[in-house]
């Protein structure tokens, strides 16, 4: 029987391509293979899981259902936690149980109570820790008896839970120390921890190299665990999946501990391949996803990455991935303790460009599901199943699910059931699916739906009075140290937050002044208000408009009200690059320690004002930010104190920017600097002038040249094509501008939009208004932008070897790790700059096929200009052509050049 005529029932199918050759599979339950441990994810590495704990109760259950709820979506069979070190581990810093030394509180952070959470759901599911940092009280570094001790503590504190830990890794991605392994088994059998196994490394396959040549070792390590073993590694496209023969001979288990780093939805067609590939290919019985859920505010990085999206506490909105849906295709058809069966795993059709398949059999000896994956063909395929060895030859259940082009009426459907001819049946499978035949019932799909998202309402404020001590203040997310509800000092009662990590931490990724951040990154015109009693010498400050972060997190675009004990205090710009402007500074009266003061930073438009204690301390201009969140922080690891934070909304501003069209990666500009009242607005060059700089006004206006010349329909006409023009300000409808969040700019008498005439991307290009459709000529940026550029071929980062920032380093391709090195400014006037002070320029100013690229300092050269478009090319303005990877290369190391545009994939960079 044909499965096709059962799929286009559930939802609109293309059609058929021409069929490949037909496989043919043999279920022999006589056969087996090696023993499947599950499929799983990872809350950690860093803060991931923050804010789903502040969510209402019933969007909160409905989330936990559709990861760990068996039968309803992901039924997820593994859960690695962080255990805490009070150090950024990717988005956030997760609390530590032991700040200081001996004063543990189980109760710390959000881990113990999502395990509490998910075993509730799925008692089967097994638990398995890992420590990213550790405090830093810690003697003698990570590899050390003080670690281990710590380790202990938390289990101890886990079992307070009545939590049961199956397993348990050493550092994160770090390596490993033979002797410390070893010890860690000896403690851990000693303290009645001995059903607790330890996998090792939890970095790469070279431990298994150690375990071989160290029988101690060995017998201390139950399982061998290699992150991202999957072609294109972290985030990559998984097509082949690899582990090494001395991993593999030694017998015990291989995982793939740490896999994913994908967005919920694209991601989806990598994470099947990661799990079916990661056995036929490399034998691994195991998959822990990485993250969870992306319950982060969407201004942190891998904002989209996970399982499910959780970004928005205060409406209950949240999303549910298709990752979840190619999850489900392997966690519920089969349990752990499964085995696979080899003979009848393996390359659709031969080859991997078909997809492949895998097929486990339960511990009953009849039931059996077979995964079948067609991600990478590009044809139909057929697949004929014999049946044998005892196996259950009653009627198959087939379910599937559409992951190359997601949609919820194409996710995890049950599309038809088959009776088997003498334990024989055939498929037909469709390119870009995953498919699960299956004896087993008990299957399901998940209903609940997510309410609307909305903003954050201001005014907020909490006295944090609410808090039992020790606990997290609700929406407030560490990014590095950790702050806790504590009895408020020097003569205040109630709760305050403190900043409780006393010293710096032993740390994964590197180090940043402690700091916490809250609110809608939406959030524009307000003043924020806290509290401060510092508790040493030192600097508290406050945050304002926290935008893009970038790794590591002291990369956070924000402004930073910073205050001494001393009195001296200033208003600092915090790039997304990690440099750190100081726009405004001076000194009042002391505040010196153990004493109360207030603080105040607030925001309208452009305008930035300070104030402590109800004095002003300054104001001063600035328009990088227009939006973002507040935050609590201090310049080091002082433990001061924080109270009755509140953020009140001010009354909008003038916020100054260019209009950078997304399409052409060029500027709305006045032609020839006219000041000509009728002069049509056409693309050009980005180059800072003041006839591309527009401010907009509380009024809605759109002004140019110190606010004489106003963005004018012409004639105030509404029609498809009226011009865009300047003209005196008058205030008309014709004049009123709104500037909305997704780089539309819409007339609102007209309700149509500016747009690039004909979705023209050259200069000269004439503006109009034209029916607002969405498209990216009809989107445009206010200001720089920093983020990577990320080669869809290669799926690596434009990375500037070493960190080097001498004039002359050739930038190429290399895995992306969020660094300084990695992160690119796109400016208003068409650089791309690099450590805030590099731009990329072709070599001597170049302009044939093949010249090279490198960094310099920046001098504003066309040969330093580029065109960053919204089709992922990035043209330099010089020569016309396009950043190319060298002959297609998709290798670490893979030099850049400059190329004529052809469109292809190595010409073809994404902003995230």
């Known amino acids: 029987m044909a499965l096709v005529a059962a799929l286009c029932s559930v939802g609109a199918q293309p059609a058929l391509a021409a069929a490949a050759a037909a496989t043919t599979i043999t279920v022999d339950g006589s056969q087996s293979g090696r ?43 593994l859960l690695k936690l962080e255990i805490g070190g009070d150090a950024n581990s990717t988005d956030g810093s997760e609390p530590s149980i032991e700040h200081t030394k ?31 940092a550790a405090p830093g009280w810690i003697s003698g570094g990570f590899w050390s008896t003080d670690t281990i001790n710590y380790l202990i503590s938390w289990l101890g504190c886990a079992k307070q839970h009545g939590l049961t830990i199956s397993y348990l890794g050493g550092w994160n991605e770090r390596g490993h120390d033979v002797d410390w392994y070893i010890q860690l088994r000896s403690a851990l059998d000693s303290a009645g921890y001995g059903s607790v196994q330890i996998v090792g490394d939890d970095s790469g396959w070279s431990v298994a190299d150690d375990m071989a040549s160290n029988s101690a070792f060995n017998n201390a390590v139950s399982v061998i665990g290699a992150h991202y073993p999957c072609a294109g590694g972290d985030g990559g496209s998984a097509d082949t999946c690899s582990s090494t023969t ?57 904002s989209t990455v996970g399982l499910a999206t959780a970004n928005s506490p205060w409406s209950g909105n949240y999303a549910i991935g298709e990752d979840t849906w190619a999850t489900a295709q392997v966690t519920q058809f089969a349990q752990p303790g499964w085995k696979f069966v080899d003979s009848a795993s393996g390359y659709l059709g031969g080859t991997e460009s078909n ?9 009953n000896g009849s039931d059996y599901s077979t995964v079948l994956e067609t991600t990478t063909a590009t044809a139909a395929q057929t697949v004929d199943v014999q049946v044998r060895g005892g196996l259950s030859t009653g009627a198959v259940h087939v379910w599937a699910t559409r992951v190359n082009s997601p949609s919820p009426a194409t996710d995890f459907v049950h599309t038809q ?120 010498a030192g600097t508290a400050e406050l945050l304002g408009r926290a935008n893009t972060q970038n790794r590591p997190q002291s990369h956070q675009a924000a402004y930073l009200l910073r205050v001494s004990d001393t009195g001296t205090w200033s208003i600092v710009r915090s790039s997304a690059a990690g440099t750190l402007t100081t726009l405004l500074s001076g000194t009042r009266a002391a505040l010196g320690t153990h004493a109360w003061h207030t603080l105040s930073l607030g925001f309208s438009g452009d305008r930035i004002t300070a104030t402590a204690d109800g004095a ?43 209009l950078k069209g997304r399409q052409s990666g060029l500027c709305a500009d006045v032609p020839g600097a006219s000041r000509t009242n009728g002069t049509q607005l056409a693309l050009w060059d ?100 920093s983020a990577p550029l990320k ?40 650089q791309l700059t690099v450590y805030d002070s590099k731009c990329l320029e072709v070599t001597g100013g170049a302009t044939a096929d093949g010249s090279p690229v490198e960094i310099w300092d920046c001098n504003g050269g066309a040969h330093q200009q580029w065109r960053v478009r919204s089709d992922g090319s990035v043209v330099n303005v010089g020569s016309g052509k396009c950043l190319d990877a060298v002959g297609h290369g998709t290798a670490n190391s893979t030099a850049l050049d400059i190329w004529t545009c052809t469109g292809g994939a190595n010409q073809n960079w994404r902003r995230s």
């Open 35 to 77: 023993t499947f441990d599950g499929i799983g994810a990872i809350s950690g590495g860093g803060g991931n899981s923050r804010l789903l704990r502040d969510y209402p109760a019933a969007q909160r259950s409905q989330i936990l259902d559709y990861l760990f709820k068996p039968g309803y979506g992901a039924n997820l069979q």
């Open 102 to 132: 001996g004063q543990i509180n189980c109760d710390a952070g959000y881990e113990f109570w999502l395990a509490e959470q998910a075993k509730s759901r799925n008692p089967d599911l097994k638990l398995y820790g890992l420590a990213w």
């Open 246 to 302: 001395t991993a593999k001979n030694n017998g015990k288990p291989l995982w793939a501990s740490e896999n994913g780093s994908l967005d919920m939805d694209s991601g989806a067609p990598a994470l099947i391949r990661s799990i079916v590939r990661g056995y036929v290919d490399a034998r691994m019985t195991a998959y822990l996803n990485w993250p969870l859920v992306a319950a982060i505010y969407p201004n942190l990085p891998f």
């Open 355 to 363: 997809g492949t398949y895998a097929t486990l059999k339960s511990p």
């Open 417 to 536: 059931d088959i009776t088997p001819t003498g334990g024989a049946y055939s498929l037909t499978l469709q390119p870009g699916w995953i498919y699960t035949v299956t004896t087993t019932t008990g299957q399901g799909k998940g209903t609940a739906t997510a309410p609307a998202a909305h903003p954050l309402a201001l005014p907020y404020a909490d006295t944090f009075d609410s808090y039992a001590t020790g606990t997290e203040a609700t929406y407030l997310s560490d990014m590095q140290g950790a702050f806790e509800a504590r009895p408020c000092s020097d003569g205040r009662s109630g709760q305050c937050v403190q900043q409780v990590t006393p010293v710096k931490p032993i740390e994964w990724q590197d180090d940043s002044d402690a700091f916490s951040l809250l609110g809608d990154p939406t959030w524009t015109d307000y003043t924020v208000k806290v509290d401060v009693n510092l508790q040493q």
């Open 616 to 658: 002003n301390l300054g104001a001063t201009d600035d328009s990088s930010f227009s939006a973002g969140q507040i935050g609590l922080g201090v310049v080091g690891y002082q433990t001061d104190q924080f109270d009755n934070l509140s953020v009140t909304a001010n009354p909008p501003g003038n916020h100054a920017g260019i």
């Open 686 to 785: 980005c180059n800072g002038a003041a006839n591309q700089a527009w401010t907009l006004t509380p009024a809605g206006q759109l002004t140019a040249y110190d606010g004489t010349k106003c963005l004018d329909a012409k004639g105030g006409a509404t029609t498809d094509g009226t011009p865009v023009q300047i003209y005196d300000c008058d205030g008309t409808a014709a004049e009123k501008w709104t500037v909305n969040s997704d780089g539309s700019v819409v007339n609102p008498a007209s309700g149509k939009c500016l747009d690039a005439t004909a979705g023209g991307t050259t200069p000269g290009t004439l503006l109009e208004l034209w029916t607002c459709t969405g498209g990216t000529n009809q989107s445009w940026l206010r200001g720089a932008v």
């Open 791 to 830: 080669g869809q071929e290669s799926g690596r980062c434009v990375d500037v070897p070493g960190a080097n920032q001498a004039n002359g380093t050739k930038p190429a391709l290399w895995d992306c790790n969020g660094g300084t090195h990695q992160t690119w400014t796109s400016t208003a006037t068409n």
